[in-house]
């Protein structure tokens, strides 16, 4: 048995065991709702995977988001995760990579996706369509206590108000596995000033503390220390208190650091220059006249096909339209995902923990077609196109 198979298998056995054990314990996905209606949260319940969302996490969610977007009683939506460990706190590492490898696994050997997977892959979308659709009509806010990467940055993104911690650490690491920021991330991105958007998507730069907010990752701070007492008092809250109790919590955290204001001001003016360029192949160029060596060592690890896709993607995607956002986004991850990088970028990550760079099959830029690129976007993708009707659809055990 290959080291591989024995992590999957591994995997497996410890996975079964732990849905098993649910019958006594609470759920992967803890949903509330007050006795009022009037506050509801959302609690990340996988410690012992990374809080990574499964179907069994997703599936949950989707169900509940639809509910609260019936609800009219409703003006806070807290969104959380439990923790148990000190050394790696983690709010969530978005979708679970196994899970994702037996998907397209599934595919590539027996070119079908099972029903089961297809709600799981548009309960992803629904879930962030809701929760943007929440945003606008009351009170969402993301306590990011912990490792924030990949789709789980989107609770964030997707929420009227986001705390960081000294324990946040975010990234979006999707072009490191043959993939792109998916789920309308670009969308997010696209909104950031001077390029940093694109430098974050293409380099999957990690971005700690206090530093979300200000490259506008996050509203606001707060000591992990306080994260317990902020919740509770914003749960007692009016819901026209909740941004002045954020505001308390920040400054008694005591966020403002003048060379951490130096550093991001150094790094803005660089993604301003540097990531100018639409082309990738001139962004690397402006790179190495930079010398700017950190973000070339970030841009070597990626899949040449992933930087050529989500460089194009960023320039493409709406930045006025989520919804619009979400559509482009599935149809061209939907082929991504089915070409033969992203297995094995998922494959390096299981056996070397991303400290490893994966084997590419297209090991340059130069190396990838230019009419496999057009393919990822101009195909309908074969399993389907995701139409705005299902993606609205409030019934969330309708897969596409």
Known sequence: MSTLSQKLFLYQIVNKADRASRLFRQPAVILQNSSGGGKGSVVFNRPRFFNCIDDTVINPLACFLSKCCRNDQ????????????????????????????????????????????????????????????????????????????????????????????????WAVPEVTIGSLPDVGTLFHLKQLPGNLGKMLALTG??????QLVRLGLATHFC??????????????????????????????SEYEDEKEDIKIGKLKSACQVNFQPENILEIIDKLRTESSTTQLDQLHWA?????????????????????????????????LYFCPEMKRGIEAALLSGGKKKPDWKMKTL???????????????????????????????ENPY
């Not at 730069?205 to 206090?210: A, E, H, I, S």
């Not at 317990?228 to 954020?246: A, F």
């Not at 050529?308 to 956002?325: H, N």
């Not at 690129?373 to 009707?389: D, H, K, R, Y």
């Open 303 to 335: 899949s040449p096909l992933s930087l050529k896709a989500t460089s194009r993607l960023y320039k493409e995607i709406s930045g006025t339209d989520y919804d619009q956002a979400l559509l482009h986004s599935y149809k061209v991850a939907g082929n």
């Open 205 to 210: 730069m990690k971005v700690r503390g206090g």
């Open 74 to 169: 409703l003006n806070l939506l807290l969104i959380g995760s439990v923790n148990t460990s000190k050394k790696n706190a983690t709010f969530s590492t978005g979708a679970d990579l196994i899970k994702g490898w037996r998907i397209i696994d599934q595919k590539l050997r027996k070119d079908s996706i099972t029903t089961e997977d297809r709600l799981y892959l548009i309960n992803f979308y629904r879930t962030q369509h809701m929760l943007h659709h929440l945003t606008r009509k009351l009170n969402t806010v993301a306590l990011l206590d912990g490792i924030t990467m990949g789709s789980a940055v989107l609770f964030g993104l997707n929420a009227k108000f986001s705390v960081a911690t000294e324990r946040t650490v």
């Open 366 to 396: 130069a190396d990838v077609p230019e009419d496999l690129v057009e393919f990822c976007f101009e195909n309908a993708f074969q399993e389907g196109i995701l139409t705005l009707e299902q993606l609205t659809d409030r019934n969330t």
């Open 223 to 252: 000591k992990n220390e306080f994260i317990t007492q902020l919740s509770k008092e914003l749960e007692e809250s009016s819901e026209e208190n909740i941004e002045q109790v954020l505001n308390k919590y920040q400054v008694m």
